[in-house]
Nanobody, 122 residues
């Protein structure tokens, strides 16, 4: 069992930056792929990106590539989402998730945080 908790969301102006953190419980954090997803009002949950257990490989959705960076620190049981050059369309609830393999599908992730709201004002 893994419990995840996100933090770092908030209100930011267009072009600004935010860093989300995802803290995990449990001793096997490094064995999980960590994904970041977002869900805007009236929209389906979509992948932002993910990072392998050892941090060697990352994937980003086209809409955020070059602006967002995913990282992790296994010594702290934490994953991070650095968001730069934020746009109004990035406004969403952001979730971190843990799963056994790399995937862009929410269905392949077993554990989820409660989400943190990111609002980008224009």
């Amino acid at each position: 069992q893994v419990q995840l908790r996100e933090s770092g969301g908030g209100l930011v102006q267009t072009g600004g930056s935010l860093r989300l953190s995802c803290e995990a419980s449990g001793r096997t954090f490094s064995s999980y792929v960590m994904g970041w997803f977002r869900q805007g009002p009236g929209k389906e949950r979509e992948v932002v990106g993910f990072i392998t257990g050892n941090g060697a490989y990352t994937y980003y959705a086209a809409s955020v590539k070059g602006r967002f960076t995913i990282s992790r620190d296994n010594t702290k049981n934490s994953a991070y989402l650095q968001m730069n050059s934020l746009k109004a369309e990035d406004t969403s609830v952001y979730h971190c998730a843990a799963g056994p393999r790399i995937s862009g599908s929410p269905n392949d992730y077993d554990y989820w945080g409660q989400g943190t709201q990111v609002t980008v004002s224009s």
